[in-house]
T-cell receptor, first 113, second 115 residues
Framework: SQQGEEDPQALSIQEGENATMNCSYK?????LQWYRQNSGRGLVHLIL?????REKHSGRLRVTLDTSKKSSSLLITASRAADTASYFC?????????????FGKGMKLTVNP | NAGVTQTPKFQVLKTGQSMTLQCAQD?????MYWYRQDPGMGLRLIYY???????DKGEVPNGYNVSRLNKREFSLRLESAAPSQTSVYFC??????????????FGNGTRLTVT
């Protein structure tokens, strides 16, 4: 069963703009991870934020986590055409064993040159 | 550095046929996973192996079997393929026993069609 739900499901922006994607989840978590999937390829891990962290940066990526609202956001600044991909949040729930990373359905980002 | 390698990349089966999807990782990871990805459904865990010699069911294990052949290799077998198993299958690995503080490394997938 899906734990995380990305919002919006699709986003189209112009190159240079910022893109914000949101993820909501239902149960308590150990950590939350964001992945990118280019068309026809496997998922690539972008960033992991632990439940005791509120914000994390990696290059042009900024992730926030609000455990009280059970939500996370991924901000991509100064987007590029190469950022066009599907983005997934995945939660590591505290219940059910740490093996079971649960993925959302994904969100498609299109960056127009 | 190959990472996670899956074979084959594409496969078409007739209903009732069997096949094995192969996966190998060269990162010395303990844990390996099989997911399926369907449109609008995200990724769903089929089976996982927390360490060599152990396997456990995930969310959608029915119709599948797995073998953790050694630390590097984790195969997924469809004994009698059904159209509902048409999907893209991804193998993944991670360093730790579980996913806590450890990202997953994915292969590029096997696209399976069952007619």
């Amino acid at each position: 069963s899906q734990q995380g739900e990305e919002d919006p499901q699709a986003l189209s922006i112009q190159e240079g703009e910022n893109a914000t994607m949101n993820c909501s989840y239902k149960t308590s978590i150990n950590n939350l991870q964001w992945y990118r999937q280019n068309s026809g390829r496997g998922l690539v891990h972008l960033i992991l934020i632990r439940s005791n962290e509120r914000e994390k940066h990696s290059g042009r990526l900024r992730v926030t986590l609000d455990t009280s609202k059970k939500s996370s956001s991924l901000l991509i600044t100064a987007s590029r055409a190469a950022d066009t991909a599907s983005y997934f949040c995945a939660t590591d729930p505290t219940q059910g064993g740490s093996e079971k990373l649960v993925f959302g359905k994904g969100m498609k980002l299109t960056v127009n040159p | 550095n190959a990472g996670v390698t899956q074979t084959p990349k594409f496969q078409v089966l007739k209903t009732g046929q069997s096949m094995t999807l192969q996966c190998a990782q060269d990162m010395n990871h303990n844990s390996m996973y099989w997911y399926r990805q369907d449109p609008g459904m995200g990724l769903r865990l089929i089976y996982y192996s927390a360490s060599e010699g152990t396997t456990d069911k995930g969310e959608v294990p029915n119709g599948y079997n797995v073998s953790r052949l050694n630390k590097r290799e984790f195969s997924l077998r469809l004994e009698s393929a059904a159209p509902s198993q048409t999907s893209v299958y991804f193998c993944a690995s991670s360093q730790d026993r579980g996913t806590y503080n450890s990202p997953l490394h994915f292969g590029n997938g096997t696209r399976l069609t069952v007619t």
